[in-house]
């Protein structure tokens, strides 16, 4: 199993700001669709709320949402009540937030996809976990572009480093 963690955050690491993402960058959404379509998704509870009805689930994925609360359902969603069970067995599978679930599943994490948007964010609430360079070595390392919303954004891949630990996600 390969546990790939996605995200765009902004300047100090913002990716979040009243449970909604604080920036509109379409390039970067088109990336995320194209990196995520036709795996497992796994994302919080508040992220699930985020989404607009429309939305979601997001087509072409499981969409697997994670909640403490056992009696929480809604259309669409396949829900788990712990990490384990929310990775699943699938040979990839991709963990799209918010920052409670980042930092949960980062010790479990292979592969870190992040966009970089140049943009600062007043009262961020969400943040992206930071990282290691002890632990992660970018793989790409794209040039900054120009989005067709004005933000310059870049995107970056990383891969945990042979010699570093990563925890076996334990099975549920
Ligand atoms: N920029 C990006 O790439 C990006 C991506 C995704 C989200 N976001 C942003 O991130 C923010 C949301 O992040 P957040 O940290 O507030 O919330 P979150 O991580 O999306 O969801 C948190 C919820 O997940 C559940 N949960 C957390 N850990 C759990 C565990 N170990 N077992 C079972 N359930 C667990 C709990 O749900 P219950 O309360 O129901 O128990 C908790 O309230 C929003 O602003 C969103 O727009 C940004």
């Given amino acids: 199993m390969t546990v790939a963690l996605i995200w765009a ?9 009243d449970n909604t993402i604080p920036w509109r960058v379409p390039e970067d959404a088109r990336h995320f669709r194209d990196l995520t379509r036709g795996h497992r998704v796994v994302m919080g509870r508040r992220t ?14 499981v969409n697997v949402v994670l909640t403490t609360d056992r009696t929480w359902s809604s259309p669409g969603a396949v829900v788990a009540h712990d990490l384990p069970e929310a990775l699943g067995g699938d040979e990839t599978v991709m963990v799209m937030g918010g920052s409670q679930i980042y930092d949960a599943a980062m010790t479990f994490a292979d592969v870190l996809h992040v966009t970089e948007i140049d943009v600062d964010v007043d009262g961020a609430d969400a943040h992206a976990p930071e990282i290691n360079p002890s632990r992660w070595v970018a793989t790409t390392h794209g040039e900054w ?3 067709t919303s004005g933000l310059r954004y870049r995107f970056l891949d990383y891969r945990a480093r042979p010699d570093a630990p990563t ?6």
Avoid: V, Y
Avoid at 9 to 17: L, V
Avoid at 167 to 172: H, I, M, Q
């Fill in 48 to 61: 699930w709320d985020s989404l607009p009805e429309r939305f979601r689930p997001l087509p072409d994925r």
């Fill in 145 to 147: 572009q120009e989005s």
């Fill in 167 to 172: 925890a076996t996600p334990p099975t549920s």
């Fill in 9 to 17: 955050q902004g300047n100090d690491r913002a990716i979040g700001r």
